[in-house]
T-cell receptor, first 118, second 115 residues
């Protein structure tokens, strides 16, 4: 299989708090992981691409100082939402690509983290 | 960011009916994927398509990768209640370094099945 685990599944915190979300590939090594955000009744939008051992690549309009990404190992990427505000409330989902040939592999998604900022 | 044109936006069908949805893009993709998402969960992969013209089945699901690499469709035959959910198409390209791009998603098709 290709299992991606995301933790926590739900976070509720006060405005100004920093929140860390973990994305782990449980049964494979992932050189590349992706972070998406999904607002209610909307589609998933790519935020950034996380490559093991290098800096993340952010999509246009995504603040890199606001959304800190660390991909320190082949099985773990973290997204930290710094000084979160109510407008950051969303469903954050990660996906991972198995290390190796990308020409015939799909991305496998975690179950997402529901972030609610009060 | 870019989104794919996915239609229909929602479908109300009777159990047992066939379903068809499609996605188009102004850009070429190397891979087309179809996912299903239940509320509060991450997307689950249904079918992945890697070659233009490819037609692939997964049980009652059939999907095709358009020849132009700018479109794909998903068919569900003989729908059942558990097919209810939101279906997303997604396209994937490759970056300039040969690595995989993140996915570009369609807006989703909300499938509702009436008993």
């Amino acid at each position: 299989g290709a299992v991606v685990s995301q933790h926590p599944s739900r976070v509720i915190c006060k405005s100004g708090t920093s929140v860390k979300i973990e994305c782990r590939s449980l049964d494979f090594q992932a050189t590349t992981m992706f972070w998406y955000r999904q607002f209610p009744k909307k589609s998933l939008m790519l935020m950034a691409t996380s490559n093991e051992g290098s800096k993340a690549t952010y999509e246009q309009g995504v603040e890199k100082d606001k959304f800190l990404i660390n991909h320190a190992s082949l099985t773990l990427s973290t997204l930290t939402v710094t000084s979160a505000h109510p407008e950051d409330s969303s469903f954050y989902i990660c996906s991972a690509l198995r290390q190796g040939d990308y020409s015939n592999q799909p991305q496998h998604f975690g179950d997402g983290t529901r972030l609610s900022i009060l | 960011g870019q989104q794919l044109n996915q239609s229909p936006q929602s479908m109300f069908i009777q159990e047992g009916e066939d379903v068809s949805m499609n996605c188009t893009s102004s850009s070429i993709f190397n891979t087309w994927l179809w996912y299903k998402q239940d509320p509060g969960e991450g997307p689950v992969l249904l079918i992945a398509l890697y070659k233009a013209g490819e037609l692939t089945s997964n049980g009652r699901l059939t999907a095709q990768f358009g020849i132009t690499r700018k479109d794909s469709f998903l068919n569900i035959s003989a729908s059942i209640p558990s097919d209810v959910g939101i279906y997303f198409c997604a396209g994937q390209g490759w970056d300039s370094g040969g690595g995989a791009d993140g996915l570009t998603f369609g807006k989703g098709t909300h499938l509702i099945i009436q008993p």
